[in-house]
């Protein structure tokens, strides 16, 4: 018993032309599409949704301070950097629990950019739990608990960070090169 006619079964394998849209000197648009946005995905998710606008392009100064500067002030960075993490990974994942507030008010948004002020504190009803309680002991024997960066000022009893300033490029221990980044992407 056939279920398809001859005729038709060589149609299933035969080749067709790309139509006009999907076709643009010579590549495909779709699909440069898709690797243009997954490799501004993979650069940290700090580009706009539009993808017009680049971190720092109208402000003065290097634009790559401006871009380390603006991953530094990402909320799951700033936990990181405070010591409430063991990771940035870990991080993220404790402020998308929802264990963190930001001036009182609760936040599950790790790519969220803090302010020069912002306090950063954890829940009331969480600070009872396991890792609240080990954390608040490992920020103890750390004799006050201060980060090595000057901008931020942490309270390791109530398990809070302040904001000072913004980092300065002596605070950032990063070893990249961002401006060959910066070049990568303006291409």
Known sequence: MQIMPKSDRKALF??????DAEVRNGQKTIRAGCSRKKRKKAAGRIW???GNETAGKDKPGVTGDLLMQKLEMRLDNVIFRAGFAPSRQSARQLVGHS?????????NIPSREVKIGDVISAKPNKTKGEYFKQLAAR???KKGGTPPSGWLETVPN???VKI???PTRNDLDLHVDAQVIVEFYSR
Do not use: C, H, T, W
């Open 164 to 166: 000072k300033s913004k």
């Open 139 to 141: 920020l103890k024997e």
């Open 14 to 19: 035969e080749r067709r032309p790309l139509r």
């Open 99 to 107: 264990q963190f507030l930001i001036n009182g008010k609760k936040i």
């Open 158 to 160: 109530e398990i809070v």
């Open 48 to 50: 706009p949704a539009n």
